[in-house]
């Protein structure tokens, strides 16, 4: 019989090369509300700031009970793994569901364990390769607010340029308590490392929810400690890949949030400014300046893990309100390890090649008064 899998050509192609063959479907979900209470607990939370616990209890839970779902089905079908594990959260008449889908993978013999493994099924063909077996699926995630407390309070430090370092904490707290979740499911899973983590930031009950996915992984040629603190990683498979190859091995995710303030002075002086053609110096000071804040943070942290070099960094910056600029830094602090190697001289062009979106335009993949 026909089997309907979500792994493309390329995908099935590099789990053939490690001995799997692509199974069904297999999808999990959970609809939920916060109900009374939750939602009145979450305004409570919301005045003083931070972490809103009763929102990230609540998605959790929703998110878990999905997951769990998913796996069953898998194993009632006898799959050795689920590859391209995906979840998503989805508004229907102020309820919300949750949903992880993901693509079955058989292979032959009875399974030992049953994997679930984040991101699509090239990135987990690099991994293996690199020597990172996965275990599971796992998240981590945390709903904050800015609170209107703390509103006030960055409301008042606008007044004067610099860096608002209680806006920074929130951020930088909330985007480390995410993190440090995944981690530890991870640890209780047996792995030693969580390899091609994702972060997704989104709104829920009021709140934002930042989310961080990855795969919990077992390598075996890491240092045994990892097994008490497991590495972190954001390369992609392919970077991991290459790095293993050179001899490297990811020791952490680094992340710093700087959130920075023109000032009313400056603010005024910009938009004043702006009326005239030319470069407006206060506001590439301030982005500058809020740059520099939070490479210097990672670069810090880096040092204090004897990090070796600190690669695949990558930037944002955004405005958020009244002259409030966040800038961010992510990137993966690497060190050479002993050990660590690859099980194939070179990456197959199947394991790089992007594949590409043929579902066009529109909602639906298609755009009804769309003109020849």
């Known amino acids: 019989m026909a089997q309907v899998t979500g792994l493309s050509g390329n995908e099935i192609f590099c789990l053939a090369m490690k001995g799997f063959a692509p199974g069904e479907l297999v999808v999990g979900n959970s609809v939920n509300s916060m109900g009374f209470l939750g939602s009145l607990g979450a305004g409570v939370s919301n005045i003083l700031g931070g972490e809103v616990p009763q929102v990230t209890e609540a998605i959790h839970a929703g998110r878990e009970a999905a997951l769990e779902r998913m796996t069953r089905e898998a194993a009632e079908r006898g799959a050795a793994g689920v590859a391209g594990v995906a979840g998503e959260l989805r508004a ?50 945390v709903a904050y607010s ?19 370092r209680e806006f920074s904490d929130v951020f930088n707290l909330t985007r480390h308590a995410a993190l440090d979740r995944a981690v530890a499911l ?49 390369l ?25 303030s023109l000032g009313f002075a400056g603010g005024f002086l910009a938009a004043f400014k702006s009326f005239v053609k030319g470069e407006i110096n206060e506001l590439t000071t301030m982005i500058h300046d809020a740059r520099e804040i939070a490479l210097a943070r990672i670069k810090d942290e880096a040092d204090g893990l004897g990090a070796q070099d600190v690669v695949g960094v990558k930037t944002y910056i955004a405005e958020i309100a009244n002259g409030l600029v966040e800038f ?20 197959p062009a199947q394991a790089i090649i992007a594949d590409k979106d043929t579902w066009i335009d529109g909602d639906f993949g298609f755009s009804l008064d769309r003109k020849p």
């Open 146 to 164: 800015m609170g209107v407390g703390g509103g006030l309070l960055g409301s008042l430090k606008t007044l004067a340029r610099g860096e608002i």
């Open 328 to 347: 961010l830094a992510v990137g993966t602090a690497i060190r050479r390890t002993p050990g660590v190697a690859v099980a194939t001289e070179t990456l």
């Open 186 to 234: 991870a640890k209780k899973d047996g792995a030693n490392a969580v390899v091609g983590i994702r972060t997704i930031i989104e709104r829920w009950a009021g709140t934002h929810e930042m989310l961080m996915s990855g795969t919990a992984a077992i390598n075996r040629a890491l240092p045994p400690q990892t097994f008490q603190s497991p590495v972190t990683s954001d």
């Open 92 to 141: 229907f008449s102020g309820n919300t569901e949750f949903l992880f889908i993901g693509s079955c993978v058989h292979r032959q013999g009875a399974p030992k364990n049953l994997f679930t493994s984040a991101g699509d099924a090239q990135e987990l063909y690099c991994a293996i390769d690199a020597g990172y077996e996965p275990v599971q699926h796992v998240f981590g995630n």
């Open 236 to 260: 992609t498979g392919s970077e991991l890949w290459a790095m293993t190859k050179l001899g490297y091995a990811p020791v952490k995710l680094l992340m710093s949030t700087s959130i920075y």
